[in-house]
Each structure stands twice: as C-alpha cells, then as structure tokens.
C-alpha cells in the first residue's frame, strides 16, 4: 500500500490506495504465470452476483491481467452485489482526481433532490451521474450536464444501495476481498473481474496465479488421499491441459482462458488440500509437451479396461491420444442401465422417431460403440460418437457397452465381469484361487484365465492376472497384450500383460446388434474415455509406478518437462 485517504460517508468507507495484488507473481513457474478462469458453474447469466464480503478493493484489471493498479476500499452495511447498470445516466461533473471529491459533489447532488451515482472510469478518475432523471430538469440545475448513451456498465451495491458505477470501454472493473473473495459459497484467491455479457448478464472472471488455481482444481479431480505418484501424474495433466486451453484461445471471445466445470472442475479455495499443494510443488511447471506445445491432456474417471483413441471419441486423431490397455484400474466398475419402450420414447420426443420399437449398435472401434441408432414407428434416429452419451443425458456413464433384452441380462454380466475390482472386493475369490507352487523338477501345467492371483506389494489387495497361463519347467509364461504367448511377466513395464485388458475387451464389446423392445445397456467405464484414466492412474501408482511412467503409459510420445 502507497498512502491511505479516509473518507466517511453515511453508507460507506472508501480508502483510496494502490493495491498489488500478485507482488510476488516471479517466485516459480507457476506463480509466474496468470490465468483468466470463467466462474460460470454458479455464475453464468447472473443478473446478482453475491460477493459475501465486508470490505472490497475496487477498481480495474490493469496492465498485468489482473493487477488491481490503482482503487479504493469499500466497506458494505449488509453484503455486496453487483448487477447489470441498466439505468440511463447524465453525466454532471467534471472529472476528479480522487473519490473524495466526487463523493462531496455526489453528497450535495443527493441534497439537490438528484439520484447521483459515483462513477469510477478508469484508476485515478471518476465522475458523478444522475440515474433515471429527466434530462430538462437535470440541465437546469447543471446547465453542462451530458446525456450518456446507453450500453452495458456494471454497478457495485451495498445491498440495495448503489456505491459504484464502473464505466470504462478499454478496461475491466474488478474487485479483490483480500485474503480470498467470496462469491456464493465459493472463495477464491487472485482478483475477480466482472463485465456485462451480451445477454445482459454479470461476467465473473477469476485473475489468479496459475500455481493458485491449480491448488483449486486438483483435489476437485482426484481424491486428496490417493497415491502420491497418481496425485503428481494428475497435477501434470490439470497443468498441461490449462496451458493447452489457454495457448489454443478457445474461450477468447468469452473474456476468459478456461472455465471451472466442463474444462476441468475449479471450486477455489475450498478445495485446497495438503497433500495435493505438495503433488503441485513437486511438480511445479512440469507440463506434458507434443512438437513443443502443451498436450491437450484429457482424462476421465475410468477407461473400462481399454483408453478410447481421439478419432472415436472427437473424430479428430491426435498422435499422443492413441487406445492404450490398461495396466491396472481398481475401480473399472461394471454398470447396467435398463430402459423401457416407454423411456426410450420419452427421450426420444420430438424426434421424429414415435414410438421406440428397437435398438441397434452399428458401429464399434475398440469395442466403444461410435454409431447406435433409435428406431421407431416414424422414422429413425442415428447417434454418433459423443452424442450417444448426450442423448441418454450421461445418464450411459461410457460408451464401452453392449446391449440385450432384459432375459439375457445376467448371462451378459457374468460375460462383462471381469475386472480388477471384482476381485479386489472379493477375497474370498482370492483365498479360493489355486495355489501355484513353481516345481524344480520338470514338468508342465495350465491355469484358465483368472485363475492366478499375482500379489505386487504389501497392502495392496491381489491382482487377477486375466490371460491363459502356461507353466512350462518352472517358468510362467503370460500372453502380452494383443494375445500372443512367449512373453514372461518380469517387470513393471510389462504390467500390462498382467490383465491382457485389450484382449479382453475385444472378446466381451463391439459386437453389431439390434434389440427389439425393452433395451438393457451393460457396460464399463466412466467418461469419454481418452486419455488419461484416473482410476487407472490411482492402480498403476499402487503398483509403484512413478507419475512420469504413468503419464507416459496413457500419452504416446510426449515429452514431460
């Protein structure tokens, strides 16, 4: 802080000062650089923003994206709002160098019967308006007055008080609580930004490190307690994919750099955590790279046992998101979900399908379905790709599924059940699995898929290696991944052939069929699907992989830097 000026009014306290916001933004990498997140998960199309505050720096975004260079503290009675400033204002003054002096004019337009704004316009400027007056008898007591035109302002309130019109066409007003800024439920780090959308609406734009908000979004993605090696494989991921938002400008006509829910989920400083701030330090700056750009780093909860590759999932083939088996998902959960003629016509509305007679699967790759079609007495319905998943409004958590009638149910998830979690929640299965002695002598001997339970490190459950097993003069044989025998299991960069996923899911998805009436979709997985699994992650760490094997494993030829 430069110098203070105190100034009393009977709503407010305004202190006029120079505020640095990020004065020690150099530190590291990630403090260094800022990023623009729009806070449309509870925002968006706001017409009254709440800010749960007592006392607010005030003025605009400066030069540095969200240095608050100069402003002044207010202090609210009740709580703070901003809305839209849809009055019609005449301007009255001139313009004064300092908020006190517009105040006193203010004060003595109000005693004169006129409903005078103070206006700030830019950081050491402002103004007094009249709002919603007859232009004539405005004049008449301000014969310089100006009628101003109208157009989208933003107005900081004192419950139902108005204290400041921002009113600055090149800059963006922005507040900052101090330690935090809460809006709603949420506080926040960094400076809040605020502009007027085109739909008439309040814009939130949270200006902070990216070291801050980071602390923001990764115990939002993965559970604070897991792994610290799956913990720093996912804070390279958040990073990669901010820095791949904001180098790509994809929200750039929306004020922002990335958003807090459909790009990756951000809940502020609520979400801060010990044991994610230190995965961020020690990996601070570390961003997966591809022909010197950052990767776009996608990830969803769960694969099902087999990544999705781009071009299923977008279309769009991207080199480092190939379909990748996983090594070890612990919680690749199986689902069902069930769906009568009648729901199915429901969703279907004004489709143009009718009534819903059948269903059908006609295209798979890597066993995801890429092309399912609704048919119905009307007409039929074709869904590709991504909007299968939209159509049945997520309720579908993957597109790893297959479908059948309700009597062929059960017979399709006995065929389905084969997962790392069954037998991690199972012990009984694994006090009840062979017990394999390796002889000296020779001699020759086979175990069915499923039929040996490989135990990696102490504390982690027993893992079922799924593939057919030849022990041949003492030594195990494993198929690898695509099936072929003659691979020996020896080390963790051969995990995979552990549970031969791919194999795996070839033999129980991507089969081309047509259900008739009530449709029963049997699947696994969570989420799209490419990319990074975090459930997979969470695995491959208990299996004592390092977070740069891990994100390797799930990102074809990236570099980690």
Known sequence: MRFWRFFFTAAFLLVYAKTAVFADAAA??????????????????????????????????????????????????????????????????????????????????????IAARIAMLDDDCFAVYAANAEFSSVSAKYPAARALPQKARVCLMDGENPLIVFDNDEKTAAVWGGEGTTLGTRRYRGVIELSVSGAGAVTPVNTLTMADYLRGVLPAEMPSDWDAEALKAQAVVCRSYAYNRMASGAFAGEGYDICDLSCQVYLGMSAENPRTDEALRETDGVIMYYDNAPAEAVYSASSGGLTADSSDVWGESVPYLRSV????EPESALWERSYSVAELSSLSGEKGVGAVKAVSIDETNGG????????????????????????????????????????????????????PASAVSAPEARRNAPVLSVLSAAGQAALPPGGLFMHVRDGL?????????????????????????????????????F???????????????????????????NG??????????????????????????????????
């Not at 729009?38 to 968006?44: D, E, H, P, S």
């Not at 402003?71 to 019609?88: D, H, I, K, L, M």
């Not at 791919?502 to 696994?524: A, L, M, N, P």
């Open 499 to 525: 549970g031969d996923m791919g194999g795996f899911i070839s033999s129980v998805f991507g089969e081309t069929k047509t259900v008739s009436g009530d449709v029963v979709f049997v699947g696994r997985g």
């Open 368 to 419: 995801r379905v890429t092309k399912l079609t609704i048919h119905g007495s009307d007409g039929s319905l074709t869904l590709e790709r991504e909007k299968i998943r939209l159509f049945f409004k997520d309720i579908l958590p993957s597109r790893l599924f297959e479908i059948c009638s309700p009597d062929e149910k059960d017979a399709l998830l006995a065929k389905a059940g084969y997962t």
């Open 528 to 561: 799209h699907g490419a990319g990074f699994s975090q459930y997979g992650a969470k695995g491959m760490a208990e299996l004592g992989m390092d977070f740069t094997e891990i994100l390797r494993h799930y990102f074809t030829g990236v570099e980690i830097k």
């Open 28 to 113: 590291t990498p990630d403090s260094g650089r800022l990023v623009r997140v729009g806070l449309m998960a509870k925002n968006k199309n706001s017409q009254n923003l709440q800010i749960d505050e007592k006392l607010l720096h005030v003025g605009f975004a400066g030069a540095q994206a969200g240095d608050l260079a100069h402003g002044a503290a207010v202090t609210a009675r009740a709580s703070f709002s901003v809305v839209p400033a849809t009055a019609s204002y005449i301007r009255i003054s001139a313009d004064f160098g300092s908020f006190e002096a517009a105040a006193g004019f203010a004060e003595n337009a109000k005693n004169a019967g």
């Open 461 to 497: 459950p027993s893992m079922p290696v799924h593939a057919d097993i030849q022990i041949t003069n003492g030594a195990i044989t494993i198929p690898a991944h695509g099936g072929a025998s003659g691979e020996s299991a020896q080390s963790p960069d051969n995990f995979g052939s």
């Open 325 to 328: 088996p996983e090594v070890y």
